[in-house]
């Protein structure tokens, strides 16, 4: 395996764990519960990390990054979709998600009692950019990166 296709492959792997670890430090760490269209950001990352790991160990391996690369450009696109919702630059979902703790007790109570999480505003941003607006900015880029790189390396 050339070095191209070692440096894919490697992008393949650690942006998807990025993203997802710094999300799940959000989430767990400082109290950013997701919203719908957040989690839907998160299943193509799972897949990518699948798929670059895969890579490592079904030939040929370039098919797997690729389609990896593919998977965080979704995920990246998601997250431009959500970040204009969060904008108002479009309308996105009209169904919110909710953090239900798993303390025990009533379920009816952790349901009722839950905050609800919506998707049209922007819990955090830094410079101006939402959390979903730095996955597309992120994800889109790296993940043509990965793509590119995976196209261009010889077999």
Request: with cysteine.
């Amino acid at each position: 395996m050339n070095q191209s296709l070692r440096s894919a492959r490697t992008l393949a792997l650690v942006i998807p764990a990025l993203l997802l670890g710094g999300a799940y430090v959000s989430q767990y760490g400082f109290g950013l519960y997701p919203c719908e269209m957040c989690w839907w950001q998160r299943w193509p990352h799972f897949a990518a990390l699948a798929l670059a790991i895969l890579s490592c160990f079904i030939p040929p391996a370039r098919f797997w990054i690729m389609l990896s690369g593919l998977a965080i450009i979704v995920s990246g696109l998601i997250g431009g979709f959500h970040a204009g919702v969060e904008y108002g630059w479009w309308e996105g979902l009209t169904s919110c998600a909710t953090a239900i703790g798993a303390g025990g007790g009533d379920p009816l109570d952790a349901i009722m009692n839950a905050p609800l999480i919506r998707c049209d505003v922007a819990p955090w941003t830094l410079f101006g950019v939402s959390l979903a607006g730095w996955n597309f900015l992120i994800s889109t880029v790296s993940g043509c990166a990965i793509v590119a790189m995976s196209a261009k390396a010889r077999a």
